[in-house]
């Protein structure tokens, strides 16, 4: 069992960064591919980056790629997402999800699920 508990959202105003962090419980947790997905208002969750088990090797939707970065720390058992030049369309809640398959685009099923954490970016 991997539990996940995601922190760091917030208002922000367009250009601006946030780092959102995704805390894991649970002795499997280095086993799985990390991943952050996220949900707007209105729309389907969509894939936003995942990261291999040990790193360092990623993967971004290209809407992020360039602004956002993924990294974990194994040791502390947590998952980062670095986000830079934030934009209003970033908007929605972000989830960390756990899986033992890899996929650069998202599309698959996740083992574990984070309760997620609102991200606003204003004009």
């Known amino acids: 069992q991997v539990q996940l508990v995601e922190s760091g959202g917030g208002l922000v105003q367009a250009g601006g960064s946030l780092r959102l962090s995704c805390a894991a419980s649970?002795?499997?947790?280095?086993?799985?591919?990390m991943y952050w997905l996220r949900q707007a208002p209105g729309k389907e969750r969509e894939f936003v980056a995942v990261?291999?088990?040990?790193?360092?090797?990623?993967r971004y939707a290209d809407s992020v790629n360039g602004r956002f970065t993924i990294s974990r720390d194994n040791a502390e058992r947590t998952v980062y997402l670095e986000m830079n030049k934030l934009k209003p369309e970033d908007t929605a809640v972000y989830y960390c999800?756990?899986?033992?398959?890899?996929?650069?685009?998202?599309?698959?099923?996740?083992?574990?699920w984070g309760q997620g954490t609102q991200v606003t970016v204003s004009l």
């Open positions: 649970g002795p499997t947790y280095s086993t799985y591919h």
């Open positions: 999800a756990a899986s033992s398959k890899w996929s650069a685009s998202g599309g698959i099923e996740y083992d574990y």
């Open positions: 990261i291999s088990r040990i790193g360092p090797t990623t």
